[in-house]
């Protein structure tokens, strides 16, 4: 079975660093695009950014790049996502999600985390 | 970037009715669209990609269409389990970007 699993909620002050994760397991971790998404309590889903573990090729959206830093780590299976220095905006639930291939098309996010809430308060 | 534009914004709808919902993309993504329904407190699941093709497990009365920039989510024979919020995605063009979502009520 297809999993991603994340760590758990996390609290923070402001200026403060945080990194997450998100486990892969149930298929060839190196081979498939990991996503992450933002979702801020009662809003919708903003897209961050997206890494392929096998080669670290990483894109990220203009309203995140220079302020979080997605990584992976093939031999723990593992993605993260980074920040040096939260604010209190950055409050929010972040999913990690797999770019799905199906009949030769991607899927886009076929498998979803279950989700780390991130509050960052003085 | 590519802004999706979604409506309506919400929909009360009663068991047994067709829903349509709409996607508008700024520019073209060809056929690069998705569609994911999230219920409270849960992670979105995919229900629909490549515009018209179902995910694994996806109820046949879901269906998608369009391609460029107009798309439509279809339910026929709405269940009282198909509330939620609906949200398209493209990942044609970078960055990928959602609508802002529909959400749908049952009456």
């Known amino acids: 079975e297809v999993q991603l699993v994340q760590s758990g909620a996390e609290m923070r002050k402001p200026g403060q660093s945080l990194k997450i994760s998100c486990k892969g397991s149930?298929?060839?971790?190196?081979?498939?695009?990991i996503g992450w998404v933002r979702q801020v309590a009662g809003k919708g889903l903003e897209w961050i950014g997206i890494?392929?573990?096998?080669?670290?090729?990483?894109r990220y959206s203009p309203s995140f790049q220079g302020h979080v830093t997605i990584s992976a780590d093939e031999s723990l299976t593992t993605a993260f996502l980074q920040w040096t220095s939260l604010r209190a905006s950055d409050t929010a639930i972040y999913y990690c999600?797999?770019?799905?291939?199906?009949?030769?098309?991607?899927?886009?996010?076929?498998?979803w985390g279950q989700g780390t809430l991130v509050t960052v308060s003085s | 970037e590519t802004v999706m534009t979604q409506s309506p914004a919400t929909l009360s709808v009663s068991p047994g009715e067709r829903v349509t919902l709409s996607c508008r993309a700024s520019?073209?993504?060809?056929?690069?669209l998705a569609w994911y329904q999230q219920k409270p407190g849960q992670s979105p699941r995919l229900l629909i990609y490549?515009?018209?093709s179902r995910a694994a497990g996806v109820p046949a009365r879901f269906s998608g269409s369009g391609s460029g920039t107009e798309f439509r989510l279809s339910i026929s024979g709405l269940q009282s389990e198909d509330f939620g919020i609906f949200y398209c995605?493209?990942?044609?063009?970078?960055?990928?970007?959602f609508g802002q979502g529909t959400r749908v009520e049952i009456k």
């Open positions: 890494i392929y573990p096998g080669d670290s090729d990483t």
């Open positions: 995605q493209q990942y044609n063009n970078w960055p990928r970007t």
């Open positions: 520019r073209s993504v060809s056929v690069s």
């Open positions: 490549a515009a018209s």
């Open positions: 999600a797999r770019r799905g291939v199906a009949n030769g098309s991607y899927t886009d996010f076929d498998t």
């Open positions: 149930g298929y060839g971790f190196s081979n498939y695009w």
